[in-house]
Every structure is written in structure tokens, then in C-alpha cells.
């Protein structure tokens, strides 16, 4: 299984994290090409902090007060230059911010620094980024925030931000102060950090390091190197992976809550969200909700569950072990009546083998509305293109 392993031990905000992967080596053209679909020509520069060389980020953007609504037809505006995956993953990741801002000050926000166009960006380049290195894994180390003092648009506020500590809150990473003065981590690079991580440094075992990549911030103080660290590496535990069961049972919420409710366990880190229909005491119809996460993340998603079901208590079967195949995600090219188009997909590997292959289907849905054909129709060549690649892992 290969994973990347981030180290924020000097902290963490959306440039680094896009400079770090890039790095890395997640391909420059494909993110440059991401993020200039928010600002003209974003620049990308090897530098050196304290002796360390890392690829600095540069995005050149006027600020911006944007509602979450702004930002999401920003997003919709760059959507032609964006990989699908990587643009569903920065909804999610200013999905993340925008509840941290709401409970911080309230509904109907407005993001500030993280509203401007070069957060976007940011926020654009490192999915790109993470989504061309096709990991399985992303682990992230103790998060550092820094201390003192930190100047936004809303005054004077003590380090972490309110924002950053509501992200880091539910986001279930470790969090240290670390040892440089000021704000270390942004709510940008806090949001993608949470996004990222799916699986927690305890349970990746043995693994073997095969790179590693800096991303550098601005600032070059003499004492400490600004840069963020990422490293990819296998690791050689089987393919067995850890996580808990969250239950609950509910009689009294609609069908239509309910749905929104798996929907948004899913978009907070869920592995799996599910409903269903049971009979309960006195014969009342009601519902088994089941969430799967990651150890790491059931407290949050716990409490999610008690605030979106009105549940007075969540049953935690902790510690499951659970069979994961071998997996990764690639593209597959196919053709229809002289169209072409490249498509993600899924695919799982047993024994050096592929044995199933699911393409996502909001990419075959959006490509079937732009054709006109119904949906089944697309799925059905996209498998047959699939076929055509054998079964071998490449």
C-alpha cells in the first residue's frame, strides 16, 4: 500500500501543502494548468529555507470577502480545467471551512483571507497534486499551530485562529504547539490537512520511505526551516485495515433527514454511511443508521450523528478489522459515436490481479447529460473500455 505521510512539524497552509506534493512529484503542468483556471499564470520556484531546498507557490490575488456560495461558482467556473476528483475534493475542503466559520461566528459568513482567489487556488493545486500522485493512504503527524498572536480580519486573535482550532477540532489530527512564534498553521492548510487524512499514523505499521518532498512558506527565519515536509512510502502490512462501527437507532426523523444526514456523515470522513429499515420495540417501524470511520474519527462523527438524529446515545463497536483490497485510481480513455473522454475509476487488485474496476459515476453521469445518452448506456462503454486493459496491475 503506498501512503503519503505528512510531517507539519513547522506547520502548515495551502501553499506549502501544494509545494510540498509538487515536490513530491505530482506532474507541475497538470496543477499549474488547475490552478490557473483561478489566477493568471500561478508561479513555481525551487527556494531554500535554513539549507533545505522546497518549491515555493506563488499566487498573485487581490483579497475577497466570498460566501460559500461564491467560492462553489468560483469552483464551477474552473471546473473545465480541474480533474473531477480533485474538484469534488476542494468542495469538500471549503465544506470544512465553511462550517468551521458558521460555528465560529455564525450563518450566512463570509470567508475573508480564505475567500480570495489565491486560497482558491491554493486549495485547487494541492487536490491536483494529491490526486496525480494516486495514493491509497494519506497519514498526517502532530499538526503544529504555533503561538502568540495572529492579525486577520477580524482583529486581534489568540493562535490557533478560532477557525483553524474548529477545523483541527473535528478533524480528529494531533495538534502541537511547535516551536516558532505566530500562526503556523492557516485554516486553508488545516481544512486540506483534515480532507487528506485517512488513516491514522498508529496504524500504518512498518513502512518503507521511496521519497520525499518540501513545500516552503514565505517567511525564512534563521532558527527553523519554513517548509513542510511530505513523504510517500509502502508499507508492508496486509491488507487489512482498522476501523469502528457507529450505531444508532432512530424512529422518530423523516426519510429525507435521514438521507441528508449519511450525506453529510460522508462529506465529515465517514468510510461508509448506511440506513436500514428495522422494527423496534411495541412494533414501531424505524431505522438502523450505521456509519463505518476511521478510529480517529469516530468521536466526531459520533457527535455529528447525535446532532444530526436528535440520538440520545451512539454505540461504538470499536477496533473491526476489516479486509481492504489493494487499490488505486487511474483513468480509462473511451469513445462514443467520435467522442472521447477520459474517465476515473476505481480499481481493486487481489493477489497482483484486478478483480473489480467501478467508475465514478458522477464523471460518466456528467459526460452522458453533455451527450445526451442515458446514463446505463455510458456506464456500459466505459466497462467495456475498462475490459480492453486486462487484468494486470500496471
Known amino acids: 500500500m503506498r501512503i503519503l505521510i505528512f510531517d507539519p512539524f513547522h506547520g502548515a497552509a495551502?501553499?506549502?501543502?501544494?509545494?510540498?506534493?509538487?515536490?513530491?512529484?505530482?506532474?507541475?503542468?497538470?496543477?499549474?494548468?488547475?490552478?490557473?483556471?483561478?489566477?493568471?499564470?500561478?508561479?513555481?520556484?525551487?527556494?531554500?529555507?535554513?539549507?533545505?531546498?522546497?518549491?515555493?507557490?506563488?499566487t498573485?490575488?487581490?483579497?475577497?470577502?466570498?460566501?460559500?456560495?461564491?467560492v462553489e461558482h468560483r469552483l464551477d467556473e474552473a471546473a473545465p480545467d480541474v480533474p473531477t476528483d480533485a474538484l469534488a475534493m476542494a468542495r469538500r475542503v471549503f465544506a470544512r471551512m465553511n462550517a468551521a466559520e458558521e460555528s465560529v461566528h455564525g450563518a450566512h459568513v463570509h470567508f475573508h483571507e480564505v475567500g480570495a482567489d489565491d486560497a482558491i487556488a491554493d486549495v485547487i493545486g494541492a487536490c491536483t497534486a494529491l490526486a496525480a500522485l494516486k495514493v491509497d493512504r494519506v497519514?498526517?503527524?502532530?499538526?503544529?499551530?504555533?503561538?502568540?498572536t495572529v492579525t486577520s480580519a477580524h482583529g486581534t486573535m489568540p493562535v490557533p485562529a478560532p477557525a483553524t482550532a474548529e477545523i483541527l477540532k473535528n478533524s480528529g489530527l494531533s495538534v502541537t504547539a511547535g516551536t516558532g512564534d505566530g500562526e503556523l498553521c492557516t485554516p486553508t492548510g488545516a481544512a486540506l490537512l483534515a480532507?487528506?487524512?485517512?488513516?491514522?499514523?498508529?496504524?500504518?505499521?512498518?513502512y518503507t520511505i521511496l521519497a520525499t518532498g518540501y513545500g516552503a512558506g514565505t517567511k525564512d527565519p534563521k532558527d527553523a526551516p519554513n517548509v513542510l515536509r511530505v513523504m510517500l512510502a509502502e508499507t508492508t502490512t496486509a491488507a487489512e485495515d482498522t476501523v469502528d462501527i457507529l450505531e444508532t437507532n432512530v424512529d422518530d426523523v423523516s426519510g429525507e433527514v435521514i438521507g441528508e444526514a449519511l450525506a453529510r456523515f460522508?462529506?465529515?470522513?465517514?468510510?461508509?454511511?448506511?440506513?436500514?429499515?428495522?422494527?423496534?420495540?411495541?412494533?414501531?417501524?424505524?431505522?438502523?443508521?450505521?456509519?463505518?470511520?476511521?478510529?480517529?474519527d469516530s468521536p466526531a462523527?459520533?457527535?455529528?450523528?447525535?446532532?444530526?438524529?436528535g440520538t440520545l446515545g451512539i454505540r461504538c463497536l470499536p477496533?473491526?478489522?476489516?479486509?481492504?483490497?489493494?487499490?488505486?485510481?487511474?483513468?480509462?480513455?473511451?469513445?462514443?459515436?467520435?467522442?472521447?473522454?477520459?474517465?476515473?475509476?476505481?480499481?481493486?487488485?487481489?493477489?497482483?490481479?484486478?478483480?473489480?474496476?467501478?467508475?465514478?459515476?458522477?464523471?460518466?453521469?456528467?459526460?452522458?447529460?453533455?451527450?445526451?445518452?442515458?446514463?446505463?448506456?455510458v456506464l456500459r462503454a466505459i466497462h467495456e473500455a475498462i475490459g480492453k486493459t486486462g487484468t494486470e496491475r500496471p
Open 301 to 309: 462523527l459520533a457527535r455529528l450523528m447525535a446532532e444530526e438524529l
Open 14 to 58: 495551502g501553499d506549502m501543502i501544494t509545494g510540498a506534493l509538487l515536490s513530491l512529484g505530482a506532474d507541475e503542468k497538470t496543477v499549474a494548468a488547475a490552478m490557473g483556471a483561478v489566477v493568471a499564470d500561478p508561479g513555481i520556484e525551487t527556494v531554500t529555507r535554513s539549507g533545505i531546498r522546497a518549491v515555493k507557490v506563488h
Open 266 to 296: 460522508m462529506t465529515a470522513g465517514a468510510r461508509d454511511a448506511s440506513a436500514t429499515p428495522i422494527l423496534m420495540k411495541k412494533g414501531r417501524p424505524g431505522y438502523l443508521v450505521t456509519v463505518i470511520a476511521l478510529p480517529a
Open 195 to 206: 480532507e487528506f487524512s485517512s488513516i491514522a499514523p498508529k496504524n500504518i505499521g512498518a
Open 139 to 148: 497519514a498526517v503527524l502532530p499538526v503544529a499551530v504555533g503561538s502568540g
Open 60 to 70: 498573485k490575488a487581490t483579497p475577497a470577502h466570498r460566501t460559500l456560495s461564491d
Open 319 to 377: 477496533a473491526i478489522h476489516r479486509f481492504v483490497a489493494d487499490r488505486t485510481t487511474g483513468t480509462v480513455e473511451v469513445t462514443i459515436g467520435g467522442h472521447k473522454k477520459s474517465i476515473p475509476v476505481k480499481y481493486g487488485f487481489m493477489d497482483g490481479r484486478r478483480y473489480t474496476a467501478k467508475p465514478e459515476f458522477d464523471a460518466a453521469n456528467a459526460w452522458a447529460k453533455e451527450l445526451g445518452l442515458p446514463v446505463r448506456e
